[in-house]
């Protein structure tokens, strides 16, 4: 009998999950509400169940968060993972948590031509590092490291959290109005759902507009519309996504690239201003002629999670 593995990616509010045999991607995959430790094991033992009560040689589970110890604390949630609870009472032994972009980073090398959409630069640098990041709600990064043989190392990172800087006046004036809400303004908190909606607000407001309302739904409309504060608000999302993907591949030094991660966009690309993007993403003074063929990467495959966390069982995958 082969080995299967247990492979979840949890967010907080939904889980998706799949049993895989080693060295196998994750051919269907279920989605269920998990709002705390208690519920996401409630809705896997049920699963499996169902399943016939596979026996399972290991789980891995991904989240948005760092890993202290055998926990994983949801940033945005208020899901928290412990490794040993999560192995007693699912009865696996070996149970292993992954930041849910360091599963994403996993998965760069497993992804075919079809689900990619290259935005400038040139092909990748061979063994040079990658590194992936993506808008949701919040800014997940990792880096991913050739290991010097024949594989990868996928690198946790809390990068998205770092500063967010201004490159010109009026990118400098919103963000003054972000920090009378917060005054560490970072990346993480720009580059999100949530985020855009702060930022349409801090347009408003400079700009002498009534008060936006409506949710994020309604903002990508008034987008579509041709409403003036929401193009700016999609226009400096695209030009601050270009920078810090920039800052990123410097910080890396990843030739091999930059992917975006972000099935949120995916919902409205239309409105992701590809040339902006790019342009912020290679204007870093005098490294860019460095920054001009680093090719950066909109992953156009929504559920990469379970994909990622699939090559910690490849025999020979590699990870």
Same mark, same amino acid.
């Given at each position: 009998m082969s080995d299967k593995f247990l492979l979840v990616d949890a967010d907080g509010a939904y889980a998706r999950f799949a049993v895989v045999e080693a060295g196998e991607p994750p051919a269907t995959a279920e989605t269920a509400p998990a709002q705390s430790?208690?519920?996401?094991?409630?809705?896997?033992?049920?699963?499996?169940?169902?399943?016939?009560?596979?026996?399972?040689?290991?789980?891995a589970f991904s989240a948005p968060g760092p890993i202290f110890g055998k926990t994983l604390q949801v940033t945005h949630a208020n899901l928290k993972l412990d490794a040993e609870v999560l192995s007693e009472r699912l009865g696996v032994a070996d149970v292993r948590l992954v930041n849910d972009f360091t599963a994403r980073a996993m998965a760069m090398p497993l992804l075919g031509p079809e689900a990619l959409?290259?935005?400038?630069?040139?092909?990748?640098?061979?063994?040079?590092?990658?590194?992936?990041?993506?808008?949701?709600?919040?800014?997940?990064?990792?880096?991913?490291?050739?290991?010097?043989?024949?594989?990868?190392?996928?690198?946790?990172?809390?990068?998205?959290?770092?500063?967010?800087?201004?490159?010109?006046? %009026?990118?400098?004036?919103?963000?003054?109005?972000? %920090?009378?809400?917060?005054?560490?303004?970072?990346?993480?908190?720009?580059?999100?759902?949530d985020g855009l909606l702060?930022?349409?607000?801090?347009?408003?407001?400079?700009?002498?507009?009534?008060?936006?309302?409506?949710?994020?739904?309604?903002?990508?409309?008034?987008? %579509?519309?041709?409403?003036?504060?929401? %193009?700016?608000?999609?226009?400096?999302?695209?030009?601050?996504?270009?920078?810090?993907?920039?800052?990123?591949?410097?910080?890396?030094?990843?030739?091999?690239?930059?992917?975006?991660?972000?099935?949120?966009?995916?919902?409205?690309?239309?409105l992701f201003d590809r040339d902006l993007c790019r342009a912020r993403f290679e204007a870093k003074g005098r490294m860019d002629v460095y920054m001009k063929d680093i090719p950066l990467y909109l992953v156009l495959e929504a559920d990469c999670g379970l994909l990622g966390l699939s090559a910690l069982y490849a025999g020979s995958g590699p990870f």
């Open positions: 430790l208690d519920e996401l094991i409630e809705v896997l033992t049920q699963a499996l169940a169902k399943m016939g009560a596979p026996r399972l040689h290991g789980a959409e290259q935005i400038g630069g040139a092909p990748p640098k061979g063994q040079a590092p990658a590194a992936a990041l993506g808008p949701s709600t919040g800014l997940g990064v990792s880096i991913l490291n050739p290991d010097g043989f024949v594989g990868w190392v996928a690198t946790a990172s809390e990068g998205g959290h770092a500063a967010l800087a201004a490159g010109t006046a %009026r990118e400098c004036a919103v963000i003054e109005h972000l %920090r009378l809400a917060n005054p560490y303004v970072s990346a993480d908190r720009v580059l999100s759902d702060e930022v349409a607000a801090a347009i408003a407001h400079l700009d002498g507009h009534a008060p936006r309302t409506g949710d994020f739904a309604q903002l990508v409309a008034a987008a %579509r519309d041709q409403d003036p504060v929401a %193009r700016e608000a999609f226009a400096l999302f695209s030009s601050w996504l270009g920078a810090v993907s920039g800052d990123l591949a410097l910080v890396a030094g990843a030739r091999s690239g930059v992917y975006i991660f972000s099935p949120m966009m995916l919902g409205w690309t239309d």
